[in-house]
């Protein structure tokens, strides 16, 4: 079972630059089940909470993985061989996934996860202690929660220093010129410096280690690691499934920076889809693609530069929650935190209680003045949200956002085009309810399962119900998705 997520995919780029895909990407619009109106059905489109939906089956109201800033950070795991990245471990992930009940049926299970990013790799499996890794200061490693040493296998891949190679050189485009239609000079795209190709690497080595996340050869790397732990572990020997899942970054960072319409986001794809191909072609060298069912996936999307039309724009409510956290430290010297991400204000709500605030009172108050704000389409308090009709469709979403016993105050929409972003925080952003933030791809593609574009909506928390059902296997717990029949084998 392989199980790709690539973060910040959009369904649309796949039929956008179908005609120049070969690879990976040629295989998935060829062979795959492809459900081109996926999504993640909540409200902060982020990492952290899409990847915890993936293979639980559940949403984040669920998986208790409500943001980025609430998903795996943990101070009491440090990572081997660095002493100031922070620490990270799965223990605010609540629940089981796949790989728990794969492992349940059978415990010579063998998993690994791999990612650039700490909670890609480490959420697709939940709270098991497994071969778990990411990128972190040129090097893949991994966290105490998991081992105390990294394995000779990683050791020596890491020994390769191959990010290093590429100190000196650029990122110049695969194709032609001629093979782009978008421009190559937009004044907003990578924060206004260095818009257009060539886009160097640093000279130092050293540098460019740390530098290389941010270009499209990171991708490829995490497939290589990928592809050697396969044969390190053993993966697919076994007369029965084993699990390999792999969170691909890049696209995210490209797409952060150049935008959803830019040329360098255009050639990275192209890039990723060859390398996938290269690494589907590699993988049935040792495990024949006949015993093997790929399921390709995003944790969000993105939107375009608001920047790029008049009358769209940037919404924050920092200054709203800086007031009024000036206005409780009237009540106490300390008052407890707010934070504000991506649509809701967290707060200590026990403390804010315990302290003789209205909060009902005190939401409502800071509502009002949210609802104000250019861009903002609908505010919801705790009490309005209890209240708010089951059709009502933004409501919905945060509903399968918000945990129970999460302490916020108010959540908040944005009307489309306007992103969740300071002023001056010139990138493309996710992490909103627009279409274009929610919408990922889904597809399935293996033996037995016939190959076909599916228009219907579904749901990422139905991969995990999906794969189980072809395993044969019975879920942990409650799910929030179902099996998808166009993948299910026909009886």
């Given amino acids: 079972m392989v199980v790709i997520a690539v973060d910040q995919l959009r369904p649309d780029y796949l ?4 005609r120049q895909f070969t690879g990976g990407f040629r295989r998935i619009l060829d062979a795959a089940a492809f459900f081109d109106h996926a999504r993640q059905d909540h409200a902060i489109t982020e990492t952290a909470p899409g990847h915890s939906t993936i293979l639980s089956g559940r949403d984040p109201a669920h998986t208790g993985i409500v943001s980025n ?10 990572i081997l061989g660095s002493a100031s990245a922070p620490g990270a471990s799965p223990r605010k992930f609540r629940g089981t996934t796949l790989y728990d009940w794969m492992r349940a049926a059978d415990p010579d299970t063998r998993v690994l996860s791999v990612s650039r990013k700490d909670r890609g790799a480490i959420l697709l499996v939940g709270r098991a202690r497994a071969p778990v890794y990411w990128w972190v200061d040129g090097r893949f490693t991994t966290s105490r929660y998991y081992a105390d040493s990294l394995p000779g296998w990683v050791q020596a891949f890491n020994a390769r220093h191959s990010a290093e190679r590429f100190a000196g050189r650029a990122w ?6 001629g093979e782009y239609a978008e421009p190559d000079s937009a004044p907003y795209e990578n924060g206004g410096h260095e818009v257009a190709f060539p886009h160097p690497f640093p000279d130092d080595p050293v540098e460019t280690a740390r530098a290389f996340q941010r270009y ?3 991708d490829s790397l995490t497939l290589a690691f990928a592809l050697e732990g396969v044969h390190a572990l053993g993966l697919g020997a076994r007369a029965r499934p084993d699990l390999l899942t792999i969170s691909l970054s890049t696209t995210d960072a490209v797409g952060h920076a150049f935008g959803p319409d830019s040329r360098e986001l255009h050639d990275h794809l192209l890039r990723l889809d060859r390398w996938l191909g290269w690494f589907m072609e590699a993988l049935a060298k040792s495990v024949p693609g006949g015993r093997t069912l790929v399921v390709l996936t995003a944790d969000h999307g993105v939107q375009s530069f608001p920047e790029r039309s008049p009358g769209l724009g940037r919404v924050s409510l920092d200054d709203l929650v800086a007031s009024a956290q000036g206005a409780l430290s009237h009540f106490w010297s300390a008052s407890p935190a707010l934070d504000f991400d991506s649509g809701l204000l967290s707060a200590d709500t026990a403390a804010l209680r315990s302290r003789g605030v209205k909060l009902d009172s005190l939401a409502a108050a800071l509502a009002a003045q949210a609802t104000r704000r250019t861009g903002v389409r609908r505010v919801y308090t705790p009490a309005s949200l209890r209240s ?3 059709h009502d469709p933004e409501a919905a979403l945060w509903r399968r956002t918000i945990p129970p016993g999460h302490g916020w105050l108010l959540c908040a929409s944005l009307r489309p085009g306007f992103v969740w972003s300071p002023p001056d925080q010139l990138i493309a952003e996710h992490g909103s309810t627009a279409p274009a933030d929610l919408e990922v791809p889904i597809a399935f593609m293996g033996r037995g399962v016939r190959p076909a574009v599916i228009h219907r909506p579904i749901d990422t928390v139905d991969i995990a119900p999906t794969l189980a059902a072809l395993l044969g296997l019975r879920p942990a717990e409650a799910l929030d998705g179902v099996p998808l029949p ?6």
Avoid: F, I, K, N
């Avoid at 800033?69 to 440090?78: E, F, L, N, T, Y």
């Avoid at 166009?486 to 009886?491: D, G, I, Q, S």
């Fill in 216 to 218: 499209p050869w990171m």
């Fill in 15 to 18: 039929p956008r630059y179908a």
């Fill in 388 to 390: 708010s009709p089951p």
């Fill in 172 to 177: 110049t485009p695969l194709l032609p010129a």
């Fill in 486 to 491: 166009e993948v299910l084998p026909l009886h």
């Fill in 69 to 78: 800033q609430r998903g795996v950070a943990d101070s009491d795991a440090p």
